[in-house]
Structure formats: structure tokens, C-alpha cells
């Protein structure tokens, strides 16, 4: 079965310092792999996504993330945070011919000023 | 509406009632998926529904869980004879067909049983 592992419950930055969140997953067919992230009282928002292509993915505000096979890992990085990052943050695959996901624990992001 | 919508957005519900969630789906989106967060957790796959044939129930936690989509739209995920256990955070999601495609969340239900 396919299982994902985010490796850190807690990460502590301060604002303007760089980031890795990091995810494992373990799956033996194609790999889809999502980083959600949740703010406080909210819903899940796609931050990104790798389907095919290029092994690095960007979002729109400076997260990126890189889908590594060999290592089995799809960790998020971002290299300035900002106050507003944040939230709690989840890594996804997809499991199966359609959108059901297996997620992680969660990581939960605190920015210091 | 453009989003996913789901209400009530918080249930409290005494111990042995009876709850029912309602999720409806971006228009157009031919999957449904319903999801279980606990506290402090990810979230957990309950049901899956295609149009409104539910093609997976793998992860409905016990046979009080049950899950509709009679018209292929709007769901309901209805909980009989609620336990302390059921509190949690339920998030349904909606997404297109096909493998490129990916899901969108509502902001889910926030249900406590007192």
C-alpha cells in the first residue's frame, strides 16, 4: 500500500530565512505527488503538484518542491519564508486511476519575526 | 458556486444522534471525495464517488458511515449513532476526471460529539 512520511511534525523558522519541509512516499507504480497546505480554520489549498515532466515544480509564491525517484522524496523547499507561510502543510500522493489521496501527518510551519 | 461548499461548517452533536454533512461539489466535477482529519492529523480517504456511483468505501470507519450522491451533484455523508471518536474535521473534495487533474477542497465540517 502506499504510504507518505513527513519526517518533521514541527518547524520553527525565522521570517527571511530559508525552508525545507520533507516528505517521503513509497509506491511501487507512476507517482502523482501533491504539497497541500491549511491555514487555521480553513480548507486544503493545492500549493503544487508533480503529474509528469519536470522533476521540479514551482507555486506562485516562491514554494517549490522537487520529485526525486531514486530517493523516493518529494521535499518542499522555499528560500525566503514570510510571516504569512505560516500553516500546516501536507504532502499527498495519489493512489490509484483517480484523486484519492494518501497524506501525510503534516508539518506544521511556524514563522518567527 | 466556485468553490467547494460544505455545511453546517461546525455540528456539535450529543453522544448516540444522528448527523448528516452536506458537500456541494464544484458544478461539473464528476468525482466526490469525502475525508476524515483528526486532530493534529492528515487527512483520511473515507468514500469516493463517481458521478453518483460510489466506486470505493474502503475507508468508512464502521457501518454507521454512510455516504450519498443520488444525483450525481450534491453528497451527503451521514453518521448514525454518533461516538466520541467520530470528532473530527470531515473535508470533501471535488475534481475532474483523469489523471492530470487534481481535487479541491471545501472548508470541511467541524464535528464534535459531547
Known amino acids: 500500500a502506499q504510504s507518505v512520511t513527513q519526517l518533521d511534525s514541527q518547524v520553527p523558522v525565522f521570517e527571511e530565512a530559508p525552508v525545507e519541509l520533507r516528505c517521503n512516499y513509497s509506491?511501487?507504480?507512476?507517482?502523482?505527488l501533491f504539497w497541500y497546505v491549511q491555514y487555521p480554520n480553513q480548507g486544503l489549498q493545492l500549493l503544487l503538484k508533480?503529474?509528469?515532466?519536470?522533476?521540479l515544480v514551482e507555486s506562485i509564491n516562491g514554494f517549490e518542491a522537487e520529485f526525486n525517484k531514486s530517493q523516493t522524496s518529494f521535499h518542499l523547499r522555499k528560500p525566503s519564508v514570510h510571516i504569512s507561510d505560516t500553516a500546516e502543510y501536507f504532502c499527498?500522493?495519489?493512489?490509484?486511476?483517480?484523486?484519492?489521496?494518501?497524506f501525510g501527518a503534516g508539518t506544521r510551519l511556524a514563522v518567527h519575526p | 458556486g466556485a468553490g467547494v461548499s460544505q455545511s453546517p461548517r461546525y455540528k456539535v452533536a450529543k453522544r448516540g444522534q444522528d448527523v448528516a454533512l452536506r458537500c456541494d461539489p464544484i458544478?461539473?466535477?464528476?468525482?466526490l471525495f469525502w475525508y476524515q482529519q483528526a486532530l493534529g492529523q492528515g487527512p483520511e480517504f473515507l468514500t469516493y464517488?463517481?458521478?453518483?456511483?460510489?466506486?470505493?468505501k474502503s475507508g468508512l470507519p464502521s457501518d454507521r458511515f454512510f455516504a450519498e450522491r443520488p444525483e450525481g451533484s450534491v453528497s451527503t455523508l451521514k453518521i448514525q449513532r454518533t461516538q466520541q471518536e467520530d470528532s473530527a474535521v470531515y473535508l470533501c473534495?471535488?475534481?475532474?476526471?483523469?489523471?492530470?487533474?487534481?481535487?479541491?477542497f471545501g472548508q470541511g465540517t467541524r464535528l464534535t460529539v459531547v
Open positions: 473534495a471535488s475534481s475532474l476526471e483523469g489523471q492530470l487533474t487534481e481535487a479541491f
Open positions: 509506491s511501487s507504480v507512476s507517482v502523482y
Open positions: 508533480y503529474l509528469s515532466g519536470s522533476t
Open positions: 499527498a500522493v495519489r493512489s490509484g486511476g483517480y484523486n484519492k489521496l494518501i
Open positions: 458544478s461539473g466535477h464528476v468525482s
Open positions: 464517488f463517481q458521478n453518483e456511483a460510489q466506486l470505493d
